[in-house]
C-alpha cells in the first residue's frame, strides 16, 4: 500500500521527462484528439490525464416534470451553482423565500444542462403570454393547468398535466403535440422549440471557461425522451462543442433510437463542419422487459454488424447510477452478487407497480448488457453494448452535483421535497421517493478541462461513475510487474504498458493472464466533512465460456470485506479501520488467450448512514415505540428502506478481445534531414479470425492529433504475405498461422513523418482489415534521443 500523499504525485517524475526528454527545451506534448473551437490552451495540460468530476443529467425549470413541481431554476442558474453558487430550492413562500438553500462543497468541473426537448415548444407557449397573434395555447385550459400546478402541489392538478401533456408526448407509442395548445400538427409548438434551444446553447455559452484557466466546462446538451408504454428509453444527447443543429432531434421526430443516431447523424456530423456528438443512455432498470438494450433493430431484425458498430459508436457511455436507482446489476436476475443489491427500484419502468418480487429482464441491467455484447461480438465480430461507465444526477431541481446523503432534499421540487412527500410516494403505485438517492457522479479522465479533451474522452471511454464520492480510480491492464505500485511512475507505466478503462487489449502477454492494475484513492472530503476510507476494491469479471454462454464472477482483490467497520444508526458516525488508498495488481486465475472478456473495477467505502436515516435521526424517530411516529415518517421505520449505504464507483471496462491488437512495438526513427523518417510497427492480430487479403483491403492508421501515417493496402497486392515498395512502405508482411494470432510488420521508406510530434505523448495505432474488423490501441510513445516509440 502506497500512502495517499505519494500517490498523488506517481506520474509527476514521468510529467517532468515527457516535457524535456530529447529536446533542449520544453514541448507541450500534443493531444490524442483535434482542437475543434477557437478557445486559449489550457495551462493545466497533463499528457498523462486528470480526473475531471461533472454531471451529464440536469433538469431545470426547463422541463415540463420539473416545472411541475415548482423548480424554478434557470439553466443559467444550475451552470453557477455547479460552480459554487447557492440556489434556492422550492417550496417558495408567497415572498418568493425558498424552504431549502443548497450549495456545493467544492464545485464541479463541468456540467451539462439536458433538459427533455420534448417540452420545449410547448412550454414557451404555455408560459409566455407575449407571443403575438397566437395565444389560443396560452389561454387553453391544459396551459391554464400547467401554470397552475407549477405553483402548487396539488396532486390533481398534476395528474391533469400528465394526462394533457406527458401520456400522448413521451409515454404514448406514437407521440404527438397537444393540438389544442400547440395547434394543428402542433405547429405552434414546433415553431417555438428553438427558443428553449438556444437559451440552453446561450447559457452553455455564458458559463464555458474559454481562458487559459480553464475553469469550468460547460455542454450543450439535451434529453430524448422516449418512454414508449412507460418503458424508460431515455438518452442524454451531449454535443462536442457550439456547432449543432438548429433545434434537438425530440422523440416526437424520432419514435425510435435507430431514428435518433441516423437524424443526428444527418442533421450534425453530415450537414455542419465540425459538429459531433454522442447519446448516454440511461435508467436501463426500468426500461420494462429489458427494451434499452435488447439486440435487435427498431422492426425487430437481427443487428448487422453494421448496426453493431452504428450503436457502439453514437452510444459508447450508460449511465449506471442516478436518482432513480443502481442499473449495474440485481440479485438473482443472471446474477448472485450480493453487491447487486444496491440502491434498486422495485419497479420495472418509469411508472408502474412496485413489487420487488416480480420478474426482472436481465437486459435492463448494464453487466447483463456487457455480457451480451460479448455474445453477440461472438456472432457478428463487432460489439454493440461495448459501454463505458459514468453516473450522474437527473437531478428536477437545477442542482448538479448536489449529492451528499446528509444533505438530501429530494430532486424533482415539491414532490418529494419533504418526508410527507417522500411517504405519500413510497405507498403510492409508483413507489418512488423513498427508493430514490442523492445520485452520482460522472469522472472523466482527460488532458485538460475544456470541451474538446473532455469530449474525447468520453469517446474513448476513459470514464468512470461514482455514487457521490470524489474518488480517484485508476485501472490498468497489460505487462506490469508485481510490484508496480511501488513505481514512482505508476501512470506513466500503466499508459506505456498496457490498456486503460474504456480500451480493448489483446493476446499481449504469451498465454498468460495480463497483469492487472488497480488504483483506488479516497473522497478527501468537503470541508468540514471528511470522506470515508475505503472498505475494498472488487475487479467484476464477464467472459464467454467455451459452451458459448455468458459468465460472471466478481474477485475481492484489495482491502477487506471483513475490516469491522459499523455505522452507529443512531448517531450516523463511522467506526472501524479503513484505507486511504489501495493499489494493487492481480491476475486471472482464470485465464485464457481464447475467451472474450471484460474487466472493471468496483470501489467500496465503509458503510455510512442513507440519507433516510439522517432524516428520522434529524427528526427523533423512535421505532421501537410505533404509536409516537408521525405518519410522515412511517417511511424511518420501513424495513424495505436500507438505514445504511456503502458508496461505490465504477470503472469502464476493460475489454479483451482474442482478435485485437497484441503488444505493439513500434519506433519513428527521425532522419538527419526532412523527408528521411522512417516508420517500424511490429505487432500481432486477428487471434481466432481468418482474414484473406486476396478479398480483403487493410487498413493501417498511425495517428497523435494529427495523422502521423496511413496506408491502405487493396486486396490482392499482397503476394505470398508480403508488399514491397507499395504507398510509401519498403516492405509489409502479413503472415496468418493456423492457431494464434497473426503477426504485422510494416516498414516505410524515407519520408516525412514530421506529425509525430518531438516530445513523449499518445499515439494509436489502428488496423482494418475488410469492411467490418477493426482494432485499436493506445500509447504512451517516448521520445528517446532521435527515436519517438513504444517501450
Not at 520544453?26 to 477557437?38: D, I, L, M, S, V
Not at 436518482?323 to 453487491?339: I, L, M, N, Y
Request: glycine share 8%; aromatic share 8%; net charge negative.
Amino acid at each position: 500500500m502506497i500512502a495517499s500523499s505519494r500517490l498523488y504525485q506517481l506520474g509527476c517524475t514521468a510529467v517532468a521527462l515527457i516535457l524535456t526528454s530529447g529536446s533542449a527545451t520544453a514541448t507541450t506534448p500534443p493531444p490524442p484528439w483535434q482542437r475543434t473551437e477557437t478557445r486559449a490552451d489550457c495551462a493545466s495540460f497533463n499528457v498523462l490525464r486528470n480526473p475531471y468530476f461533472g454531471d451529464t443529467h440536469i433538469h431545470t425549470t426547463q422541463s415540463i416534470d420539473a416545472v411541475l413541481f415548482n423548480t424554478l431554476t434557470t439553466p443559467r442558474q444550475a451552470y453557477e451553482f455547479a460552480q459554487g453558487a447557492s440556489l434556492g430550492l422550492a417550496p417558495f413562500d408567497a415572498e418568493g423565500h425558498p424552504a431549502h438553500t443548497v450549495q456545493l462543497g467544492r464545485p464541479l468541473d463541468f456540467a451539462a444542462v439536458t433538459d427533455h426537448s420534448e417540452g420545449f415548444g410547448t412550454q414557451e407557449v404555455c408560459f409566455d403570454s407575449t407571443m403575438g397573434p397566437y395565444l389560443d395555447g396560452y389561454n387553453s385550459a391544459p396551459c391554464q393547468t400547467l401554470r397552475q400546478a407549477s405553483v402548487s402541489n396539488d396532486p390533481s392538478l398534476v395528474l391533469q398535466v400528465f394526462l394533457n401533456f406527458l401520456l400522448p408526448v413521451v409515454i404514448s407509442t406514437n407521440p404527438t403535440y397537444n393540438t389544442t395548445v400547440c395547434g394543428p400538427g402542433g405547429v405552434e409548438c414546433v415553431s417555438r422549440q428553438s427558443v428553449f434551444w438556444l437559451d440552453h446553447q446561450a447559457a452553455a455559452e455564458e458559463h464555458y471557461d474559454r481562458s487559459s484557466a480553464c475553469t469550468f466546462t460547460s455542454f450543450v446538451a439535451y434529453e430524448w425522451t422516449g418512454t414508449p408504454s412507460f418503458a424508460n428509453l431515455h438518452r442524454n444527447v451531449i454535443f462536442r462543442n457550439a456547432t449543432v443543429p438548429s433545434v434537438p432531434v425530440t422523440y416526437i421526430d424520432q419514435h425510435t433510437a435507430q431514428g435518433l443516431w441516423a437524424t443526428l447523424k444527418t442533421l450534425c456530423q453530415d450537414a455542419l463542419p465540425g459538429c459531433d456528438w454522442l447519446a448516454i443512455p440511461h435508467n436501463s432498470n426500468i426500461s420494462g422487459n429489458g427494451l434499452m438494450f435488447m439486440p435487435e433493430n427498431a422492426d425487430h431484425s437481427p443487428l448487422t454488424a453494421a448496426d453493431a458498430a452504428t450503436r457502439a459508436a453514437m452510444e459508447p457511455l450508460v449511465e449506471i447510477y442516478q436518482h432513480k436507482g443502481s442499473s449495474e446489476c440485481r440479485p438473482g436476475v443472471d446474477s448472485t452478487d450480493e453487491q447487486c443489491g444496491f440502491e434498486l427500484l422495485s419497479r420495472k419502468v418509469l411508472i408502474g407497480a412496485s413489487d420487488p418480487n416480480q420478474t426482472f429482464s436481465r437486459l435492463s441491467f448494464v453487466r447483463n448488457a456487457l455480457k451480451e455484447g460479448l455474445l453477440q461480438e461472438q456472432t457478428l465480430g463487432v460489439n454493440p453494448f461495448r459501454l463505458g461507465i459514468v453516473a450522474s444526477t437527473d437531478t428536477h431541481n437545477g442542482d448538479p452535483g448536489n449529492v451528499r446523503e446528509d444533505s438530501y432534499v429530494g430532486h424533482t421540487g415539491v414532490n418529494d421535497d419533504s418526508p410527507a412527500h417522500n411517504q405519500l410516494n413510497l405507498t403510492s403505485n409508483n413507489g418512488w421517493n423513498g427508493e430514490n438517492s442523492p445520485a452520482g457522479l460522472a469522472v472523466v479522465w482527460a488532458e485538460e478541462n475544456s470541451r474538446d479533451a473532455l469530449f474525447s474522452a468520453m469517446r474513448r471511454r476513459e470514464t468512470y461513475g461514482t455514487s457521490g464520492p470524489r474518488h480517484v480510480v485508476r485501472f490498468f491492464a497489460g505487462k506490469y510487474p508485481a510490484n508496480v505500485c511501488d513505481d514512482p511512475d505508476f501512470v506513466a507505466t500503466g499508459y506505456m504498458r498496457g490498456a486503460t478503462m474504456g480500451a480493448e487489449m489483446g493476446p499481449i502477454t504469451d498465454g498468460q493472464s495480463p497483469v492487472f492494475a488497480v488504483l483506488a484513492m479516497k473522497d478527501p472530503g468537503d470541508p468540514g466533512h471528511p470522506g470515508t476510507p475505503l472498505q475494498r476494491v472488487q475487479i467484476v469479471k464477464g467472459w464467454v465460456d467455451a459452451n458459448g454462454a455468458a459468465q460472471e464472477k466478481v474477485f475481492d482483490v484489495a482491502g477487506d470485506a471483513n475490516n469491522g467497520a459499523s455505522v452507529d444508526l443512531a448517531t450516523c458516525t463511522p467506526t472501524g479501520a479503513g484505507a486511504d488508498t489501495l493499489c494493487t495488481t492481480w491476475q486471472d486465475p482464470e485465464w485464457s488467450d481464447d475467451q472474450r472478456a471484460f474487466y472493471y473495477v468496483r470501489v467500496l467505502e465503509n458503510p455510512t448512514c442513507r440519507w433516510s436515516t439522517y432524516v428520522c435521526n434529524q427528526n427523533a424517530i423512535d421505532c421501537s415505540n410505533p404509536g409516537s411516529v408521525p405518519a410522515a415518517f412511517a417511511l424511518c421505520c420501513d424495513a424495505r428502506i436500507p438505514k445504511t449505504i456503502q458508496e461505490r464507483s465504477w470503472s469502464s471496462p476493460i475489454w479483451y478481445r482474442p482478435e485485437a491488437l497484441g503488444r505493439v512495438r513500434a519506433s519513428v526513427k527521425y532522419g538527419r534531414t526532412p523527408g528521411t523518417d522512417r516508420l517500424r510497427l511490429v505487432t500481432t492480430l486477428a487471434r481466432g479470425v481468418a482474414h484473406d487479403l486476396a478479398t480483403e483491403d487493410l487498413d493501417v492508421t498511425v495517428r497523435d492529433d494529427d495523422e502521423i501515417f496511413h496506408v491502405t493496402i487493396p486486396a490482392g497486392t499482397f503476394r505470398n504475405g508480403r508488399v514491397q515498395n507499395f504507398g510509401g512502405l519498403k516492405i509489409a508482411k502479413f503472415s496468418q498461422r493456423r492457431t494464434g494470432p497473426a503477426r504485422l510488420v510494416l516498414q516505410t521508406l524515407p519520408m516525412d513523418l514530421s506529425s509525430a510530434d518531438r516530445v513523449s505523448h499518445m499515439v494509436e495505432v489502428a488496423v482494418r482489415v475488410g469492411p467490418t474488423f477493426e482494432t485499436s490501441q493506445s500509447r504512451l510513445w517516448m521520445l528517446m534521443s532521435n527515436s519517438l516509440g513504444t517501450r
